[in-house]
């Protein structure tokens, strides 16, 4: 799905509206040391690499998280931008 680069939004911090980029949301990288990721990593052990158990469930869709820059002040905000869960990418328009 094409997101427009630039959107007209309310910004919380400067209390109207104004233009604002749109970019698209990226997790950083994973902590190694994190509880639950060596949580995850222990049950992986002694399974083959496999966690025990078939999966019965289908694959969810994920929300599309886009992320909004100011340009009168450069806070971000982050907003879900398609309401539903879907399998569709975010692509923004250049």
């Known amino acids: ?35 639950g990721n060596v949580k995850f990593e222990n049950k992986l052990r002694g399974h083959g690499g496999k966690r025990a158990g078939k999966k019965s469930v289908k694959k969810q869709g994920k929300r599309q998280v886009v992320v ?4 009168e002040c450069n806070k971000k905000q982050m907003r879900v931008y398609i309401k539903s869960r879907t399998k569709k990418k975010i692509e923004v328009k250049r």
């Open 68 to 71: 909004l820059t100011c340009t």
């Open 1 to 35: 799905m094409k997101v427009p680069n630039v959107i007209s939004t309310y910004c919380p911090y400067c209390r109207k509206h104004t233009e604002h980029k749109v970019s698209t949301y990226s997790p950083g990288k994973r902590r190694s040391l994190a509880f």
